[in-house]
């Protein structure tokens, strides 16, 4: 369940659907004494507060705001105050409940876009529910790449430096994510291994992945790729090369064009020629996404007897390396009067000083991951959640069982589109009636162009 609030890209925005466990941010919300009515004016007044930073004695606060309350900044926030006696660190989150998650995320939004566009807001905001490319178009964010360059205490070989310039936009970064999540493909090794089908995954394209799809097909026992439905599967797809047909920053859509016409046809292809199936059927592989090294062992077994964890298939133009996303991505007010204690505070949460818990997102910090791994053999055993598919069962732990997850993590380069929109939306609806058969699959990208361009320019 804590996975899924942490991963799945449409759950942000069905938090009444899938509340859980109170405290912990995306690990659960909880609805604090005071209410919404209380948060409201804590939202309020952050502005004035990041505009009026110093208070009484030369002390200074920091506004942090945050759609979750998260135990992880709470616990960030004691510690960081305890070394710096000068610093405040103002917490502001929305308290929410399981009826009123949805309203409470559209609200946060809508507020913190009329702040920042505004000019106001806070001193640091959590980005992963926030339009961040809107946020750089208008240039209200502070450029973290000329903070990162500017101070000499901050070593950037200390962190997956993949994810760093993955993260890029218009060749700076301006989020700082302290976790990330590791998208690829869950397989059947041992039903593959009998196929004697060979393929190279770190490379491999979805044309490659359809033709070895029907080599297993043919040799093993006539199951599919995977199951999913052909609108599902391109928006899968858009999304996991999402720069090729939005611009992000400039707001400018590119779907009438060969590449998404091609992406069309292929993804129908697929379904006329049995590589993937809407039926639920036995298959060779499963999307997923990883999110810790006790993940790394526990979610392929969730699927198969003997997994493996493969890359995922690349879109058109794209070279070999992993998928990722990033969780607690921490963006600077570029009108904050405090930038340079907000800065300060952003290297402490990705500090190995200040660890996230394991089960939270992969650390941007090399040493914390290390650690994480080293701890995880020493126990020699991970334990599955109780509620999960696995029933709580207890799995041993070798150093031969995480072979390959540094790998993977190291060539994460592709950053995937995981907030939900209007815009996925708009390509589900509009694709179904080529997949149908109804339209061409150029009327049908004309249809999404059009309704893309209104949509980026609203």
């Known amino acids: 369940m804590r996975k899924a609030w942490l991963g799945l890209s449409g759950c942000l925005l069905m938090i009444a659907a899938t509340a859980c466990s109170a405290g912990g941010g995306p690990e659960g919300a909880t609805q604090q004494e005071g209410g919404p009515n209380k948060n409201e ?41 305890e070394k710096h006696p000068n610093i405040e660190i103002q917490l502001n989150f929305v308290p929410t409940d399981d009826s009123h998650g949805e309203e409470n995320t559209e609200n946060f939004i809508k507020k913190t876009n009329t702040q920042m566009l505004s000019g106001k807001g806070p001193d640091l905001v959590e980005m992963d529910l926030l339009p961040m490319d809107n946020y750089v178009n208008k240039k209200v964010l502070a450029n973290l790449s000329d903070m990162m360059e500017k101070d000499p205490e901050f070593k950037k070989d200390q962190y997956f430096q993949n994810i760093l310039e993955g993260i890029k936009l218009n060749g700076s970064v301006y989020g700082m994510p302290v976790n990330f999540f590791l998208y690829g493909l869950v397989g059947d090794e041992e039903a593959i291994r009998k196929t004697g089908v060979t393929f190279d995954d770190a490379r491999w394209t979805w044309s490659e992945f359809s033709e070895t799809a029907k080599a297993l097909a043919k040799k093993g026992d006539q199951r599919y790729a995977f199951m999913v439905n052909p609108a599902g599967l391109l928006n899968e797809m858009v999304k996991n090369n999402y720069s090729l047909y939005v611009d992000q920053v400039n707001r400018k859509a590119n779907f009438q064009s060969e590449p998404f016409i091609r992406l069309m046809k292929q993804v129908k292809s697929m379904f006329e020629e049995k590589v993937v199936t809407e039926e639920p059927r036995k298959s060779y592989f499963t999307m997923t996404h990883i999110i810790s090294p006790a993940d790394y062992i526990l979610t392929p077994k969730e699927n198969f007897a003997q997994p493996k964890l493969y890359s995922k298939p690349k879109g058109e133009g794209q070279k070999a390396g992993d998928f990722f996303r990033t969780y607690r991505t921490m963006g600077i007010n570029e009108k904050s009067t405090v930038k340079k204690e907000a800065w300060d505070f952003i290297k402490f949460l990705i500090s190995e000083e200040k660890q996230s818990p394991e089960r939270a997102g992969f650390p941007l910090n090399k040493a914390v991951f290390h650690k994480q791994v080293k701890q995880l053999l020493q126990t020699g055993k991970v334990k599955a959640h109780e509620e999960g598919p696995l029933k709580g069962k207890t799995f041993q732990v070798t150093e031969a069982d995480l072979q390959g997850l540094e790998q993977h993590l190291s060539g994460a380069v592709y950053q995937v589109a995981f907030k939900p929109s209007k815009l996925e939306d708009i390509i589900i609806k509009e694709s179904e009636a080529f997949f149908k058969g109804q339209k061409s699959a150029e009327d049908v990208a004309k249809l999404i162009q059009n309704r893309a361009t209104t949509f980026l320019n609203e």
């Open 41 to 81: 004016t804590q939202t309020e007044t952050a502005s004035h507060t990041a505009e009026s930073a110093q208070t009484q004695g030369g002390k200074k606060t920091v506004v942090l705001s945050t759609f979750f309350e998260d135990d992880f900044f709470k616990d960030a926030k004691r510690k960081y105050e």
